[in-house]
């Protein structure tokens, strides 16, 4: 059983920057690939970005590609995604997802926090 905790969303300005993290209340953390995704009001819960359980691999949506970076501290238990250059689109509640082996799909995932609002003004 992994407990996840999300933290770190607020309300910015575009172009503004944000550090949301993924607590994990795991021993067994560093065998998970973790990530994030977002759901806008009224959309799908979309794939933002993941990390391989060592973080030697990261993988991105193309929206998000040059703007987000993710990283994860097995030491810690936790998974951080650096949001930089927001733009109102980017508005969604963000949730971490854990899984054995690393995924974009959101139905593989067995494991979510509770979700974080990030809100861009424009």
């Known amino acids: 059983q992994v407990q996840l905790v999300e933290s770190g969303g607020g309300l910015v300005q575009a172009g503004g920057s944000l550090r949301l993290s993924c607590a994990a209340s795991a021993r067994t953390f560093s065998m998970y690939s973790m990530a994030w995704f977002r759901q806008a009001p009224g959309k799908e819960r979309d794939f933002v970005a993941a990390i391989s359980r060592t973080g030697g691999s990261t993988y991105y949506a193309d929206s998000v590609k040059g703007r987000f970076t993710v990283s994860r501290d097995n030491a810690k238990n936790t998974v951080h995604l650096q949001m930089n250059s927001l733009k109102p689109e980017d508005t969604a509640v963000y949730y971490c997802?854990?899984?054995?082996?690393?995924?974009?799909?959101?139905?593989?995932?067995?494991?979510w926090g509770q979700g974080t609002q990030v809100t861009v003004s424009s």
């Open positions: 997802g854990a899984r054995r082996y690393i995924s974009s799909t959101p139905n593989d995932y067995d494991y």
